[in-house]
């Protein structure tokens, strides 16, 4: 028997729906482009595209290529996977970067005996509004004495023959009536029925229509319960601190990186706690967890200022107008949308004022307000209001 080959798509459209559908967005971006009142090209500074103010790059422009760059990787590491199919054996090639094993199916080198094989489970889903969705979640389970493996069944191209993917119009159809058939009738799947005949093929379709399908109890999972431990931790110290630094401002541009490393720490740690659970509750519960720690990195930072920052020191600022701050070396200080017009109205502009200031060392400045609102309270009994 000669040997199959197949190679792997994440894409479940055919691929000359995919570049039209591509062509059609930037079609329709460079259209509006050229509906709009540009100016001469050649008088435009590009620089200012990708430069701050200071002549810098910015951190997120920075974020943005290295997610370009891990987008790239992924996409190479998936043309990488391959099957291999003979009258003897099925030999896998999956690489861990592809980032199926975070969605429950098989990665690594495999070399399955096909006598080995004693079972294959096919587990079409539906319940999903869209066929997208339906056939990325379906699996093709491959039972031996030793290990279960799990494949997405669709997603498997045979080399030399016809694209069997769906086009852009069926892609967004209804898939209950349809998705066993086009998993059945899948190069992977018809050529494995066609070189194993010792055993039986099952396919069980899974429902995931109703609030209470595919239900998880998240406190029978220990992952999950520390999970739900560190929410809770995490919520009640953002919310405390926050109260508890209410004097405290932050002036200038906050750092993004300190927010991307916490989030994506915290949502690499609970994809890893949640290992075993559901994809739904994993991924649920993991991007609830990277979002209150985000939430918590503001009175973090503030609290770490205070801690490399203890003691303040006095810094003269001008007053350029009403409640309006400038510094040579300091960030401006705004406080011209506060609850207390009428004290910075009756501080009179063009003189000093002192302010007491932390330095963070990480770019921007936390200010101490407590002596302010203090002036700000006696003002306003002063002044009977």
Known sequence: MCKQRFRYSASILKTSHLFATIGGLLTILLGSLLLLELPNVGELDFSQLYLDEHGNVPFELHLMALCLLLG????????????????ENLTIHIPRLTGLGLMGFTTGDHRIPLNAIRKIELAPVTGFRNMAQALQQSKLSLVTDRQTYRLQPYHFLREGHPDHRIGIGSAFGKPKSKVETLINEAPLVRALSGVIDHVDFTSTPTDRTGPLAKHFNLLKHKGMVLQLVLLAALGTYALVDYVMLTNYNIIGELP???????????????????????????IGLAGLLCVIAMAATYPGLQRYTLVVSSEPHSVAY????TGYFEHSH????????????????????????????????????L????TVYEKSREFYRTDGR
């Not at 790239?72 to 009258?87: F, H, I, K, P």
């Not at 916490?262 to 994993?282: D, F, H, K, S, Y």
């Not at 200010?367 to 407590?370: F, K, S, T």
């Open 256 to 282: 993004l990186w300190p927010f991307v490393s916490t989030g994506l720490l915290a949502g690499v740690l609970g994809i890893r706690l949640g290992n075993g659970a559901p994809q739904a509750e994993r």
């Open 367 to 370: 200010i101490d307000m407590a």
């Open 330 to 365: 300091y960030p401006a200080i705004d406080q011209r949308e506060s609850n207390i017009p009428e004290y910075w109205q009756s501080l009179p502009s063009g003189e000093s004022y002192t302010f007491l200031l932390h330095e963070s060392g990480l770019g921007f400045v």
């Open 318 to 321: 001008d007053s350029t107008e």
């Open 72 to 87: 790239c990787v992924v996409a190479y590491v998936n043309r990488q996977v391959r099957l291999e199919l003979d009258g």
